[in-house]
């Protein structure tokens, strides 16, 4: 069920309706379970379709309901390894797809993020750390809930059972404008402005790998522009599939965790992934990056090495973060890159302290040179390094690699860090300049009918802006 | 629930307000174009609809008239080799539709008979006279004509209409209306904003299109008359067709087929039918590969109608001198009035006579103008090699249809 088709709205509709019409805890979660079941079934055209999934569930709760009679860290490190590879068997990872596969099609949609509920659930089932046993109606509206099906958030179970079936918002007039606006400010990101930076993303890109020949210049011109549309389309889709959950969420009265916090404000890759796909960095941190930093702790005490401990653990979890996202060769570039990238930032960290100390390393981090040369930075390594998301095949990905040289790439990175630079610089002091002068404006913003118009216009613009576009708009995340 | 319920109701308020003051507003910027009973997309441009696809899918209702009308389909020559101005001039008796769209393949045209079909009733199609301007580059398959992944796969132009704004729905058969016809010119009224949008839109963009981009403006009828080819032109022409036909060797026998059907479905439903071969310059023609299969392909269909009434074959296979062609495909403006000449001279009397037939009075009843046909036939003496060769359908010899004293027939009462 695309999130922009007419059926949608009418599905969201009718399960917004049936949820108030009783507030009783058990019939309310009977309209959630419904509703989740209703909205994966559009995905498919035959329940055969629908049958890798069950199994996948099925065998996920089995392995949580045998951790958590057990106890034991054998039934965990089976149960992990288990559910593991009949993911990557389902997923069709490249190297698994031509020894073996189900002769038939079947739903991948979201199956990356149930993996997530499902490990969660087995290790929290295994430190105790589960309010109470699951039962297997509670563990489908965790694992299946509609809103975060298709591309998250990874909520927590010990936060979703919180709100299963209750009113963990309390609606009012307020709240409820709140919701619809999210909701039209998310599919005003997705359908307009993600779009519209795709559009350029699509009509340039095809030149990076066409014949005509480029100039290092053009060529590296060319490759910046697209890697920064690309990074553009990434956020607004992403972020704006965000808002539209949340927004619905809070409907339904459930609180969905954020997953953008203004991340290209940030000024270090590592506070980056502070502030994009946050609930993926919190899974992350949580279930690996602690843990495996743990581990290495106790097998290397030694207090000088825990920093440099750091930086392994934070290599380790960022290039398992990396390969989550794909199932080609390319993703374990992508997952180098992002291991790199955060082990490199985690060492100039150290460096910087040794060299300078704390109190100077702070007073040096605090210029306004170095934060936005530091934001300029960040945002030109992810935006190159995401380019293996919209090259997914290892051939193409080295006919551009090989095209592009150190010259192109680095050109475009120092294009794209300078650029970033002065537009995050400018538009900050814009955007302050209209903050300091914006009281009579906020007074005006806040009143009924200025609200609802702002409202009305977004509306109409993406209604409008969007039939401009030849097909409709789709979640990019939903592949991964 | 109350207060979701009295949200959406403000909502809905808020936005049919700013709505009808925006419709209200497209009124003034952009009126509404005369309804003159025929279309001609190549002035696409100046109606509020902009692009051929749009303006014949929105606008195609005029088309539901008793009079006679001669709809020309098929794709950018046709839309520029016989325009509606000139044919309209050279054919008194009927209303002259240009419906051409640029890069139609023949599953668009197919899908652009169905569509005027649709808003038509019964009088209104049996009077309809289809000129289908065919060449080899229009017998590419769908998928491979519009593989960009700026739309839902195997869509053509008049589809991604169809869907774009939600006047059909999708459905694993095929579109299906979710606007009934009879309601299409209000649908057509209701969505002005988004029709205002993008024209601000395209006027805002095009010196951006056009820089970075690289999307040049339509050349002036100045530029297409001294326009020249060079080797080079020529040579990345031959890759452009090659490309745009699917990288294959061949044109496509389901294109081939599936034109073969449209006609035949055309004539069984009572109406006419002027298959037109259309000439393309002679470097072309004898350069690509497509051209053998292509010309074995309409002589195969000339020959399986021949014979059948209400049908009418035109070659125009000597129009080929390389100087008459703007670029590989595309008449200059003085050959495209030899080409009217030559259809006109196929339509005047096929049109001419299904109407005073009918209705003897109609042609002076019509307000239609009578061409000047001394002056026609003066100017056309500068190509004599237009005189009109028509392949007569029903016993397959060439014919002259030109009257004994130079002027084509007229409309007689």
């Given at each position: 069920?695309?999130?922009?088709?007419?059926?949608?709205?009418?599905?969201?509709?009718?399960?917004?309706?049936?949820?108030?019409?009783?507030?009783?805890?058990?019939?309310?979660?009977?309209?959630?379970?419904?509703a989740?079941?209703v909205?994966i079934?559009?995905?498919?055209?035959?329940?055969?379709?629908?049958?890798?999934?069950?199994?996948?569930?099925?065998?996920?709760?089995?392995?949580?309901?045998?951790?958590?009679?057990?106890?034991?860290?054998?039934?965990?490190?089976?149960?992990?390894?288990?559910?593991?590879?009949?993911?990557?068997?389902?997923?069709?990872?490249?190297?698994?797809?031509?020894?073996?596969r189900?002769?038939f099609?079947y739903?991948?949609?979201?199956l990356?993020?149930?993996?997530?509920?499902?490990?969660?659930?087995?290790?929290?089932?295994?430190s105790?750390s589960?309010?109470?046993?699951?039962?297997?109606?509670?563990?489908?509206?965790?694992?299946?809930?509609?809103?975060?099906?298709?591309?998250?958030?990874?909520?927590?179970?010990?936060?979703?059972?919180?709100?299963?079936g209750?009113?963990?918002?309390?609606?009012?007039?307020?709240?409820?404008?709140?919701?619809?606006?999210?909701?039209?400010?998310?599919?005003?990101?997705?359908?307009?402005?993600?779009?519209?930076?795709?559009y350029?993303?699509?009509?340039?890109?095809?030149?990076?790998?066409?014949?005509?020949?480029?100039?290092?210049?053009?060529?590296?011109?060319?490759?910046?522009?697209?890697?920064a549309?690309?990074?553009a389309?990434?956020?607004?889709?992403?972020?704006?599939?965000?808002?539209?959950?949340?927004?619905?969420?809070?409907?339904?009265?459930?609180v969905?965790?954020?997953?953008?916090?203004?991340?290209?404000?940030?000024?270090?890759?590592?506070?980056f992934?502070?502030?994009?796909h946050?609930?993926?960095?919190e899974?992350?941190?949580?279930?690996?990056f602690?843990p495996?930093?743990?581990?290495?702790?106790t097998?290397?005490p030694?207090?000088?090495?825990?920093?440099?401990?750091?930086?392994a653990?934070?290599?380790v979890?960022?290039?398992?973060?990396?390969?989550?996202?794909?199932?080609?060769?390319?993703?374990?570039?992508y997952?180098?890159?992002?291991?790199?990238?955060?082990?490199l930032?985690?060492l100039?960290?150290?460096?910087?302290a040794?060299?300078?100390?704390?109190?100077?390393?702070?007073?040096l981090?605090?210029?306004?040179?170095?934060?936005?040369?530091?934001?300029?930075l960040?945002?030109?390594?992810?935006?190159?390094?995401?380019?293996?998301?919209?090259?997914?095949?290892?051939?193409?990905?080295?006919?551009?690699?090989?095209?592009?040289?150190?010259?192109?790439?680095?050109?475009?990175f120092?294009?794209?860090a300078?650029?970033f630079?002065?537009a995050?610089l400018?538009?900050?002091s814009?955007?302050a300049?209209?903050?300091?002068?914006?009281d009579?404006?906020?007074?005006?913003?806040?009143?009924?009918?200025?609200?609802?118009?702002?409202?009305?216009?977004?509306?109409?613009?993406?209604?409008?802006?969007?039939?401009?576009?030849?097909?409709?708009?789709?979640?990019?995340?939903?592949?991964? | 629930?109350?207060?979701i319920?009295?949200q959406?109701?403000?909502?809905?308020l808020?936005?049919?307000?700013?709505?009808?003051?925006?419709?209200?507003?497209?009124?003034?910027?952009?009126?509404?174009?005369?309804r003159?009973?025929?279309?001609?997309?190549?002035?696409?441009?100046?109606?509020?609809y902009?692009t051929?696809?749009?303006?014949f899918f929105l606008?195609?209702?005029?088309?539901?008239?008793?009079?006679?009308?001669v709809?020309?389909?098929?794709?950018?020559?046709?839309?520029?080799?016989?325009?509606?101005?000139s044919?309209?001039?050279l054919v008194?008796?009927a209303?002259?539709s240009?419906?051409?769209?640029?890069?139609?393949?023949?599953?668009?045209?197919h899908?652009?008979?169905?569509?005027?079909?649709?808003?038509?009733?019964?009088?209104?199609?049996?009077?309809?006279?289809?000129?289908?301007g065919?060449?080899?580059?229009?017998?590419?398959?769908?998928?491979?004509?519009?593989?960009?992944?700026?739309?839902?796969?195997?869509?053509?132009?008049?589809?991604?209409?169809?869907?774009?704004?939600?006047?059909?729905?999708?459905?694993?058969?095929?579109?299906v209306?979710?606007?009934?016809?009879?309601?299409l010119?209000?649908?057509?009224?209701?969505?002005?904003?988004?029709?205002?949008?993008?024209?601000?839109?395209?006027?805002?963009?095009?010196?951006?299109?056009?820089?970075?981009?690289?999307?040049?403006?339509?050349l002036?009828?100045?530029?297409?008359?001294?326009?020249?080819?060079?080797?080079?032109?020529?040579?990345?022409?031959?890759?452009?067709?090659?490309?745009?036909?699917?990288?294959?060797?061949?044109?496509s026998q389901?294109?081939?087929?599936?034109?073969?059907?449209?006609?035949?479905?055309?004539?069984?439903?009572?109406?006419?039918?002027?298959?037109v071969?259309?000439?393309?310059?002679?470097?072309?023609r004898?350069?690509s590969?497509?051209?053998?299969?292509?010309?074995?392909?309409?002589?195969?269909?000339?020959?399986?109608?021949?014979?059948?009434?209400?049908?009418?074959?035109?070659?125009?296979?000597?129009?080929?001198?390389?100087?008459?062609?703007?670029?590989?495909?595309?008449?200059?403006?003085?050959?495209?009035?030899?080409?009217?000449?030559?259809?006109?001279?196929?339509?005047?009397?096929?049109?001419?006579t299904?109407?005073?037939?009918?209705?003897?009075?109609?042609?002076?009843?019509?307000?239609?103008?009578?061409?000047?046909?001394?002056?026609?036939?003066?100017?056309?003496?500068?190509?004599?090699?237009?005189?009109?060769?028509?392949?007569?359908a029903?016993?397959?010899?060439?014919?002259?249809?030109?009257?004994?004293?130079?002027?084509?027939?007229?409309?007689?009462?």
């Open positions: 069920m695309s999130f922009v088709s007419p059926i949608f709205f009418a599905f969201l509709a009718i399960t917004v309706f049936a949820f108030h019409l009783n507030t009783s805890v058990a019939y309310r979660r009977r309209v959630m379970a419904v989740n079941a909205f079934a559009s995905y498919v055209n035959n329940v055969s379709e629908l049958l890798p999934l069950l199994a996948f569930l099925l065998l996920g709760y089995a392995g949580l309901e045998a951790v958590r009679r057990r106890q034991t860290s054998s039934s965990l490190a089976a149960g992990i390894v288990v559910v593991l590879a009949v993911y990557i068997f389902l997923k069709r990872f490249t190297f698994i797809e031509p020894l073996a189900l002769p099609p739903l991948i949609v979201g990356s993020y149930i993996l997530f509920r499902v490990l969660q659930v087995m290790v929290d089932a295994r105790g589960l309010p109470d046993r699951i039962g297997p109606l509670a563990f489908f509206r965790y694992t299946c809930n509609f809103l975060c099906f298709v591309s998250g958030p990874i909520q927590r179970y010990q936060d979703f059972a919180t709100m299963d209750l009113d963990a918002v309390r609606l009012d007039a307020d709240r409820v404008y709140e919701a619809f606006s999210r909701i039209v400010t998310g599919y005003f990101k997705f359908v307009v402005i993600a779009a519209v930076a795709n350029f993303f699509m009509s340039f890109s095809p030149q990076l790998f066409g014949a005509a020949p480029l100039g290092p210049f053009k060529l590296s011109l060319l490759y910046g522009f697209c890697v549309a690309y990074t389309y990434l956020y607004f889709n992403f972020s704006g599939y965000m808002d539209i959950v949340i927004g619905i969420g809070l409907l339904l009265g459930q969905l965790p954020e997953n953008f916090n203004r991340p290209f404000t940030a000024r270090s890759f590592l506070e992934w502070q502030r994009w946050m609930t993926l960095s899974w992350f941190k949580l279930y690996l602690n495996f930093l743990m581990f290495l702790m097998r290397f030694a207090p000088g090495l825990t920093a440099y401990l750091g930086v653990a934070f290599f979890t960022f290039l398992v973060m990396g390969i989550w996202h794909g199932t080609t060769l390319v993703f374990v570039i997952g180098l890159l992002m291991g790199a990238g955060a082990s930032n985690k100039w960290q150290i460096a910087c040794n060299r300078f100390g704390k109190k100077r390393y702070r007073a981090s605090q210029m306004t040179a170095y934060i936005y040369l530091a934001r300029g960040t945002f030109a390594y992810f935006a190159v390094a995401l380019t293996c998301l919209w090259v997914p095949e290892l051939h193409q990905f080295l006919t551009l690699s090989k095209r592009l040289g150190i010259t192109g790439t680095g050109g475009a120092v294009l794209l300078l650029s630079s002065a995050a400018i538009l900050d814009v955007v300049w209209f903050s300091s002068r914006g009579g404006l906020r007074a005006v913003s806040e009143g009924l009918v200025y609200k609802n118009m702002s409202l009305a216009i977004r509306i109409l613009a993406m209604l409008v802006i969007a039939s401009i576009f030849n097909a409709p708009a789709d979640f990019v995340y939903k592949a991964f | 629930m109350k207060l319920l009295h959406i109701a403000l909502t809905t808020c936005f049919g307000l700013l709505y009808g003051a925006v419709l209200g507003f497209t009124f003034l910027v952009f009126p509404d174009p005369p003159v009973g025929w279309l001609d997309l190549e002035t696409s441009d100046t109606t509020p902009r051929a696809t749009k303006n606008a195609r209702d005029v088309l539901d008239v008793p009079d006679q009308k709809l020309l389909i098929g794709a950018s020559n046709t839309l520029v080799g016989f325009t509606q101005r044919v309209q001039a008194p008796c209303k002259v240009n419906l051409a769209i640029g890069s139609a393949n023949i599953t668009e045209l899908q652009l008979v169905d569509l005027v079909h649709e808003v038509q009733d019964e009088g209104a199609r049996r009077s309809n006279t289809f000129v289908i065919v060449w080899f580059g229009m017998f590419a398959d769908t998928e491979k004509r519009w593989p960009g992944p700026d739309r839902h796969h195997g869509d053509t132009d008049l589809d991604v209409e169809r869907y774009r704004y939600g006047f059909y729905r999708r459905t694993s058969t095929g579109p209306a979710t606007l009934p016809p009879e309601w010119r209000a649908g057509a009224l209701l969505i002005r904003p988004y029709l205002l949008v993008e024209e601000v839109t395209r006027d805002l963009t095009v010196e951006f299109r056009r820089i970075v981009l690289g999307r040049q403006p339509n002036t009828e100045a530029q297409r008359e001294t326009a020249v080819m060079s080797e080079q032109d020529k040579s990345d022409a031959l890759a452009y067709w090659r490309l745009n036909m699917g990288s294959t060797s061949e044109i389901a294109q081939v087929l599936l034109l073969q059907n449209t006609i035949d479905e055309l004539l069984r439903s009572g109406e006419k039918v002027v298959l071969d259309l000439p393309i310059p002679s470097w072309h004898d350069a590969i497509y051209q053998p299969g292509y010309a074995r392909a309409v002589e195969n269909i000339f020959n399986h109608f021949a014979g059948r009434p209400n049908f009418q074959g035109l070659k125009m296979a000597d129009l080929d001198e390389d100087k008459d062609y703007v670029d590989e495909v595309h008449p200059k403006p003085h050959l495209a009035n030899v080409w009217a000449s030559r259809l006109a001279s196929v339509l005047t009397p096929l049109t001419c299904a109407r005073t037939a009918t209705d003897p009075e109609a042609p002076c009843r019509s307000g239609l103008q009578l061409p000047p046909t001394d002056t026609d036939a003066a100017k056309l003496s500068a190509g004599e090699r237009a005189l009109p060769k028509t392949r007569n029903h016993d397959g010899r060439s014919t002259n249809i030109r009257q004994a004293d130079g002027r084509v027939p007229r409309c007689v009462r």
